[in-house]
């Protein structure tokens, strides 16, 4: 099991499999190299598979000199380690630790490798060499979805090095939380916050909520005033602002109901363009499906009712514990399943958190979550050019939309789910395995081979 804190964290855009994670492997492994600081003389980076075939799209590479930089994805200071990463760029030199400078050459020192690595399609090592070019140490790291990274060591074990907390009420299915919510007479949120006393106080509880809350709606107005083209070769517009002054030209719903849509639009884009731009967002609970889950937030806050913080808590309680079961019995890598375990996956805990504030039973909490998740199986991860931009924005929208409307059929439904949320979860895993590599992350098939012509 997670902490809530752990499927909802604070990341740098544009991706949590690509960027975060590789961010925190290369902080990590500052850890191991610290023993043999004195004798380091270079610092070499091999990345495979999606890692490798999206990584320059993605930022791996910058992501990975920020993290041997000593910097991680929540605490990073954008404009302080822009500097630092130029500085690193210009001069071919690398300071570990604040102690020792190495020489760092970063085209050729960090290698793309077009093969995989055996236990995961996100794979990469790290090694530091001596003087004599005999290697130090080294690890292998695989970064499985969400900024989640496990290291070799950890994925064959199946052992992590994180102490288990024991948790008042364990659930690994949604049949077994179900029950537990039944027998105890609560609600499936309150379920997952017994749990998450065990991690941290309830005041703790409510100040991450709200600073979750914060960075979202940060993150929503710096992509409604940001103007301009995205940066990457494809020469993108932005869309959230201009599209807010027509809708701000004509804000009653009386004229065109359908124009609540405009808005959920709206609120995806702002923040997916941000996370394309490498902006600061919520990975909830990947980047490339950061937009989902704070438009259908906002939906709720501004048509249906402002948002409480006892709503709040209940919304990302829900919808986290949704995400853990994906992480859990499936995956949330789209180099592992595709973009049915970013989007997809974001779409089900939204749909499911917002059934639960909007009064829904628990069982329709989960019908919920089940039908979203069911109307995105075989959706692919296709980025052009290896970038969060196309068909990522856009498909952040459809997924909020999705959502909603999911939540909308289970508060109407007054059966029992043909289909559990258990076992939509196992099929998204299988139809993902099933799928072609080229279809993964990797822009080798696809929407990835649509040609664009350059714009004059």
């Known amino acids: 099991m997670y902490s809530i804190f752990e499927i909802y964290k604070i990341g740098l855009g544009p991706s949590s499999s690509h960027t975060n994670g590789p961010m925190i492997a ?114 292998t790291y695989y970064s499985v979805g969400g900024g989640f990274i496990k290291t070799a060591g950890e994925f064959e074990s199946g052992v992590s090095t994180s102490a288990p907390v024991k948790l008042p009420f364990p659930f690994t299915s949604a049949e077994t939380w179900l029950d537990i919510a039944e027998k105890q007479g609560m609600c499936l949120g309150s379920v997952v916050l017994q749990n998450e006393l065990q991690y941290r106080t309830e005041q703790e509880i409510y100040s991450k909520s709200s600073q979750i809350w914060k960075v979202m709606s940060s993150c929503l107005k710096r992509g409604l005033e940001t103007e301009g083209v995205l940066e990457g070769g494809l020469n993108l517009l932005r ?143 296709d980025p052009m050019a290896g970038l969060v931009q196309v068909p990522c924005i856009e498909r952040n929208a459809m997924g909020a939309i999705k959502a909603i409307n999911a939540s909308r059929m289970a508060l109407k439904c007054s059966n029992k789910a043909l289909i559990s949320l258990d076992k939509v979860i196992e099929t998204m895993y299988k139809t993902g395995k099933d799928m072609n590599k080229k279809y993964r992350e990797t822009s080798l098939g696809g929407l990835a081979l649509i040609h664009i012509a350059p714009c004059e």
Request: glycine share 8%.
């Open 239 to 381: 869309r959230a602002p201009p599209l807010l002054k027509k809708l701000n030209a004509n804000k009653s719903l009386e004229n065109d109901p359908m124009q609540i849509l405009d808005w959920i639009n709206l609120y995806a884009f702002a923040i997916s363009e941000e996370n394309a731009a490498g902006g600061q967002v919520v990975t909830s609970p990947t980047n490339g499906a950061a937009g989902v889950i704070p438009a259908v937030l906002t939906y709720y806050d501004r048509f249906i009712h402002p948002i409480a913080t006892k709503q709040l808590i209940d919304f990302l309680a829900v919808s986290a514990a949704i995400g853990m079961l994906y992480k859990n019995n499936a995956s949330i890598s789209g180099a592992e399943v595709g973009c049915q375990g970013e989007i997809g996956v974001s779409s089900s805990m939204a749909s499911g958190g917002l059934t639960a504030i909007l009064g829904g039973t628990n069982e329709q909490v989960c019908i919920a979550a089940e039908i979203a998740m069911e109307h995105s199986l075989g959706m692919t991860c």
């Open 26 to 139: 290369s902080y990590s492994f500052n850890q191991i190299m610290e023993p043999h600081l004195d004798n380091i003389n270079r610092i070499v980076v091999d990345l495979y598979g999606s890692l490798s075939l999206t990584g320059k799209g993605h930022q791996t590479n910058k992501a990975i000199l920020l993290g041997l930089l000593g910097y991680k994805p929540e605490s990073i200071e954008m404009e302080k380690t822009q500097k630092e990463f130029q500085a690193v760029l210009s001069s071919k030199k690398l300071t570990l630790k604040n102690k020792k400078t190495i020489y760092f050459d970063y085209d050729v020192d960090i290698k793309f490798h077009q093969d995989y690595l055996t236990l995961h399609e996100n794979g990469m090592s790290i090694t530091a060499f001596d003087n004599n070019n005999e290697a130090l140490c080294s690890e």
